[in-house]
């Protein structure tokens, strides 16, 4: 059995991350992939309470560290009951963010060190990484106006803007370093532009898989 592959959506608050994670896990069904949909944090009932705690603004707003931490902790419960195994037995996991996220909040927008996130990186994964990461990407203003009316806004989504303009910067960094893995998408386009610009994307990682076994 070929092991499956992980495919992670990414980018700031509204940009449209959950409204392409149907369209993607359908157009890979239909290729015939089984797919995981999941989410960071979050995926397992350890990692959905870690998110209410991390999201909810009542609760006591954790130390920088602490926050970052606990984004680790919840993926190392997601990365053993939930991406592994489904990896394993050869299905495709498509997670609402990962890793990346942490870079570009909590190192961009909270100024935590590279290089301490990095170590948290590998000893949580490992080697394991994404096969493919789609960015996207468009101005917090856009993002933020898309996401307004839904509702009380969580812990993240009280920052303010510079927060946002600073976690931009950090995704786009990471692009610019991980070329082969991070794939920009303009998502300031209209959904259907967006949409065959993330299928184009798909097609060239399901041309480089191997068939089943
Ligand atoms: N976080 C962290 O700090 N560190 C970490 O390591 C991890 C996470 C893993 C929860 O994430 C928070 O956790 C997150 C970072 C932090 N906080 N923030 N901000 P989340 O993913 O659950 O929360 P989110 O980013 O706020 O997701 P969201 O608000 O649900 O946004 P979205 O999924 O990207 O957008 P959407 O709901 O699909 O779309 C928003 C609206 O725009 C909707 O009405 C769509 O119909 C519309 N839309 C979408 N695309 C388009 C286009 N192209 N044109 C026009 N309208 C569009």
């Given amino acids: 059995m070929n092991p499956g592959k992980l495919i992670t959506l990414e980018g700031g608050e509204g940009v449209g991350k959950t409204t392409n994670l149907e369209m993607i896990a359908h157009y890979l069904r239909g290729q015939g992939k089984d797919v995981v949909v999941t989410r960071e944090p979050g995926g397992t009932r350890l990692g959905e309470a870690i998110r209410s705690l991390l999201l909810n603004p009542e609760t006591e707003p954790p ?7 606990l984004m680790f902790a919840a993926r190392a419960q997601h990365l053993d009951r939930v991406i592994r195994p489904a990896l394993r037995a050869g299905r495709w996991v498509l997670s609402d963010r990962f890793t990346d996220a942490s870079y570009a909040y909590q190192g961009g927008g909270r100024g935590i060190d590279r290089t301490r996130i990095q170590m948290l990186e590998e000893w949580v994964q490992g080697s394991l990484r994404p096969d493919l990461t789609l960015l996207l990407d468009a101005p917090p203003e856009v993002g933020l106006e898309r996401a307004r009316g839904r509702g009380a806004p969580d812990r993240f989504e009280s920052e303010q803007i510079a927060f946002f ?3 931009r910067r950090e995704y786009l960094q990471l692009a610019v370093r991980f070329p ?3 794939k920009q ?29």
Avoid: F, M, N, Y
């Fill in 180 to 182: 082969e893995r991070i």
């Fill in 165 to 167: 303009q600073k976690v």
């Fill in 63 to 69: 130390a920088d560290d602490a926050e970052l931490l």
């Fill in 185 to 213: 998408v303009d998502a300031t386009q209209p959904l259907a532009v967006v949409q065959s610009e993330i299928i184009g994307h798909l097609q060239c990682l399901l041309k480089s898989a191997p068939s089943p076994a």
